[in-house]
């Protein structure tokens, strides 16, 4: 199997607080995963793309002081939102992806739904 | 650069008839295409992909897709639509020797009992 967990599933904070999403690969290790933000009704949007060991790749127009992503083993990426505000909120939706396979298929977390209020 | 496009915002279908989710690509060299499935506030679910071989790749809960390399399309398909196929689709593609996945939009698809 291929299992990505995502802890929380939702989460309440208030403004200016920070807050940490988990991003776990159960039962393979992932030397890359993946940090996604969803908007309703639209599609994905890559956020960064995290390797272990290594400083996070982050898409132009995230801005990586604010979305602080950790990669510290191979089975867990964390993806901090520091001062959070109420448009921080969002469906974050981490992915990981086995090496040892030629299609790079990316396995998906269930996501994780964080409200800023 | 590579992209995917999804140009139906929604396809509404009775239960069932046929299904078909549409999808064009543009990437570089060969592509890697995939088929995701996502419920109301869920993570994506993978359904199906093409790497190389037969272009008719058979998935996961009945549904199969086709690749058409002159066309650049990998459209999705089911045969007969289920009530619980109500989902967003989404179809993605990953040029050979890229890192990342691009997306398409997203479909709704809504299957009326």
């Not at chain 1, 039962?27 to 890359?32: L, P, V």
């Not at chain 1, 979305?67 to 901090?80: C, E, G, Q």
């Not at chain 2, 140009?7 to 995939?34: I, M």
Request: proline content about 5%; hydrophobic content about 35%; glycine content about 6%.
């Amino acid at each position: 199997g291929a299992v990505v967990s995502q802890h929380p599933s939702w989460v309440i904070c208030k403004s200016g607080t920070s807050v940490k999403i988990e991003c776990r690969s159960l039962d393979f290790q992932a030397t890359t995963m993946f940090w996604y933000r969803q908007f309703p009704k639209q599609s994905l949007m890559l956020m960064a793309t995290s390797n272990e060991g290594s400083k996070a790749t982050y898409e132009q127009g995230v801005e990586k002081d604010k979305f602080l992503i950790n990669h510290a083993s191979l089975t867990l990426s964390t993806l901090t939102v520091t001062s959070a505000h109420p448009e921080d909120s969002s469906f974050y939706i981490c992915s990981a992806r086995k090496p040892s396979s030629s299609s790079y298929e990316q396995y998906f977390g269930p996501g994780t739904r964080l409200t800023v209020t | 650069a590579q992209s995917v496009a999804q140009p139906e915002d929604q396809v509404n279908v009775a239960e069932g008839n046929p299904l078909t989710v549409k999808c064009t690509y543009s990437v570089s060299g060969n592509p890697y295409l995939f088929w995701y499935v996502q419920y109301p506030n869920r993570g994506l679910q993978f359904l199906l992909k093409y790497i190389t071989g037969d272009n008719l790749v058979k998935g996961s809960y009945g549904f199969e897709a086709e690749f058409n390399k002159s066309q650049t399309s990998f459209h999705l398909k089911k045969p007969s639509a289920l009530v619980s196929d109500s989902a967003l689709y989404f179809c993605a593609v990953r040029g050979y020797g890229n890192n990342r996945l691009a997306f398409g939009k997203g479909n709704q698809v809504v299957v009326i009992p």
